[in-house]
């Protein structure tokens, strides 16, 4: 659908907090007991953090939950009984998203659609609407303006401008929340994709060249490029990076219970570990830094090759929380020749 | 809500119809589909296989389509398969699938085809051979080169033993050296690795494809072999890749090469395309 545009005065946000709870699952950023900003459930508008920080974790689980049920089977006598994972009662709305926690589900929907349909990734992403808020300044380490990933399937995005929000509507699902609660939104008639330019210019937002996609060409012919082994050989296989990040979707799969009863679930699984593509006589992955390698040119290179989009939205987090300081986006522009010299320069020894 | 009828990830139940022992650490399951019709496939594809409270394992579909039921013959390497170790007949397993591509079985029609196995390599090469045996006019020459570590690690002895009396298939059995050229006491066969093999006997490429599969090292040494000695194309040479998985359907994320997902475009590949890959290997 073309793009819509509304006025929602900063004074009516409360207003649809509340009115949406009644409708939807209403997910929002809210301090936990330790004061940690987190997408949860807060139960008034007081206790909703409606600001543009960043939590650690993204907003990806309401899709693809850390650990969910696939199949739950019980044993009776002689006979095995199985069933699939229940439908979720209520359509989430979620309050608030960052723009890039929003966008990566447009990005991980190629993979969980693409020939056989991942039918419980799928029915939570088509029960939930997104109501993103724009940044009003770039985040600690994030370069969501070197990468043009498309923000059209996101459903709403309100950009805080003097006095109100402009809200932009691009798809049927936006539409209706504002069709439903229309009461609160006034129509927008002035220059809205002006007024939202001028508005990423000052936050830091607009994208600048070189874009991230361009290094694509380089990292084709930087698979065997020796400093692989000095500059990513540093990462410890955590995992951070990718439990926080928006795109990252590997999963394992486990069982859980007994042969009598339990369940078999997905969990979330990290391509820097370890043990991930271990195999009884053979470890393509042996090395750490190859582990590594995996995770950038997946990212950057593979997932684009193959889907289109980059499998990232530059939100930063794998820079901020990695515990040895290793820096995706240096990364990228060194090893697709946007830039000569490799990161970190004295801490790698180069 | 998308509503599945079908849930992508719940498998079905099948019975474990017979149990074969195959080598100290290997055994065949027959498996019988009662729930309804056994699913359609084609040699080369696999299936994710689990036992409820232990999980789910990747094995190839080791019988011929034409057969009743399934064959899988699992090696005992860890969890999941040492449970399937434990199964008795009459025992349920779970399975999803077939998943993944096949061999190209009209594409080798008309030609000599030489097989070459390695171990456990040998059980998806299994349904192919059959499939060709059974239809043996539609082919050229076919052989069969055959090697293990041990002459107790060889899988269905007892049908190689059979191929070995028949006069439309060659059979050459191998066990690996351990000092290379001295003959093993009691050993039917040749004590040598595949290399030597191929460049002692020279198959010619003329017309012939190559389809073989074992562990990634004999693959790409009899690839070496076959490509700088013997004249061969990649485009003869086929093989079956083997990566972790765990969804076997292009979801998971563990078992791709570059863009490739092992699960949903292999895991049979022609050696053209191996060779484009990125050389994680
Ligand atoms: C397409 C395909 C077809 C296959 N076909 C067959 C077949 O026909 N027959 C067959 O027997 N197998 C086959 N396999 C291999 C089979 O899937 C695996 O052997 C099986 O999944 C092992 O499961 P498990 O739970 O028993 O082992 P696990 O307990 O998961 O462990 C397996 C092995 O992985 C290694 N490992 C585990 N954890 C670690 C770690 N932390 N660090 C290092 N190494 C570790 C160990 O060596 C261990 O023995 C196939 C695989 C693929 C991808
Ligand atoms: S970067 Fe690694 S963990 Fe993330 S999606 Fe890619 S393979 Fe999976
Ligand atoms: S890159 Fe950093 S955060 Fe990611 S696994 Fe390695 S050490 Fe952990
Ligand atoms: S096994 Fe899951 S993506 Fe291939």
């Known amino acids: 659908m073309a793009a819509e545009y509304y006025r929602l005065n900063k004074d009516k946000v409360g207003e649809l907090f509340e009115r949406a709870r009644a409708d939807y699952d209403v997910v929002a950023k809210t301090r936990d007991a330790n004061g940690n900003l987190v997408y949860g459930r807060p139960a008034t508008f007081d206790d909703v953090a409606f600001v543009d920080e960043q939590p650690p974790m993204s907003a990806k689980a309401f899709a693809l939950p850390q650990t969910e049920t696939l199949v739950r089977y019980e044993r009776e006598d002689e006979k095995i009984r199985a069933e699939g994972p229940e439908a979720e009662a209520r359509d989430v709305l979620l309050f608030g998203v960052n723009i890039c926690d929003a966008a990566a589900f447009d990005i991980i929907d190629h993979v969980f659609k693409w020939d056989y349909l991942d039918d419980p990734y799928l029915g939570r992403r088509a029960d939930a609407t997104l109501f993103a808020l724009a940044c009003a300044a770039v985040q600690q380490d994030c370069f969501c303006d070197r990468i043009s990933y498309a923000e059209d399937g996101v459903d709403t995005v309100a950009y805080p401008l003097e006095g109100y929000y402009l809200v932009k509507v691009q798809t049927e699902k936006g539409r209706k929340l504002v069709e439903r609660y229309h009461d609160l939104f006034d129509a927008e008639d002035g220059d809205a994709e002006a007024a939202i330019n001028t508005f990423r210019e000052k936050a830091g937002t607009a994208k600048k060249e070189p874009l991230l996609e361009s290094a694509r060409a380089g990292l084709e012919k930087a698979f065997e490029h020796a400093d692989w082994e000095i500059l990513a050989s540093t990462c410890i296989g955590c995992g951070i990076c990718t439990y926080t990040c928006p795109t990252c979707h590997c999963f394992d799969i486990q069982d859980e219970g007994s042969a009598i009863a339990g369940r078999r679930l997905r969990t979330w699984d990290h391509c820097t570990g370890r043990t991930f593509t271990a195999m009884p006589a053979h470890q393509p992955r042996d090395r750490q830094y190859k582990r590594y390698r995996q995770r950038l040119l997946h990212k950057f290179w593979y997932y684009p090759e193959r889907f289109g989009p980059l499998l990232c939205t530059g939100c930063g987090r794998c820079i901020t929380y990695c515990p040895v300081k290793i820096n995706i986006k240096e990364l990228v522009e060194y090893f697709g020749g946007l830039k000569d010299t490799p990161p970190g320069g004295a801490r790698h020894g180069k | ?281």
């Open chain 2, 1 to 281: 809500m998308v509503n599945n009828p079908e849930h992508l990830y719940v498998p079905r139940l099948v019975r474990v119809a017979a149990v074969v022992d195959e080598t100290p650490t290997t055994k065949t399951f027959q498996l019988a589909f009662e729930d309804g019709p056994r699913p359609d496939f084609k040699c080369g594809q696999f299936g994710e296989f689990g036992i409820y409270g232990v999980g789910e394992a990747t094995f190839c579909l080791a019988s011929p389509p034409s057969r009743d039921g399934l064959d899988i013959t699992v090696k005992d390497v860890g969890k999941v398969t040492r449970a399937f170790h434990n199964l008795n007949e009459g025992d349920l397993v779970t399975f999803r699938g077939p998943y993944g591509n096949w061999f190209p079985y009209d594409g080798f029609k008309g030609k000599k085809l030489l097989f070459i196995g390695g171990g456990i390599g040998q059980a998806p090469l299994r349904g192919l051979l059959w499939a060709c045996l059974e239809n043996r006019n539609d082919f050229d020459e076919v052989d069969l080169i055959y090697a293990t570590r041990e002459e107790c690690e060889l899988v269905y002895e007892r049908e190689l033993v059979e191929f070995e009396g028949r006069d439309d298939i060659g059979v050459t059995l191998a066990l690996d050296p351990v000092c290379p050229g001295e003959p093993i006491p009691g050993w039917r066969g040749r004590t040598s690795f595949v290399p030597p093999i191929l460049e002692e006997d020279r198959p010619s490429p003329e017309n012939r494809v190559v389809i073989t599969c074992g562990p990634p090292i004999m693959i790409k040494l009899v690839a070496n072999s076959l490509l700088e000695k013997l004249g061969y194309a990649p485009g003869q040479i086929w093989t079956t890749l083997e990566m972790r998985m765990k969804c076997g359907l292009g979801k998971c994320g563990r078992c791709n090469i570059g863009s490739t997902y092992v699960c949903k475009d292999g895991p049979v590949f022609n050696y053209e395309q191996i060779l484009s890959f990125p050389q994680e290997f």
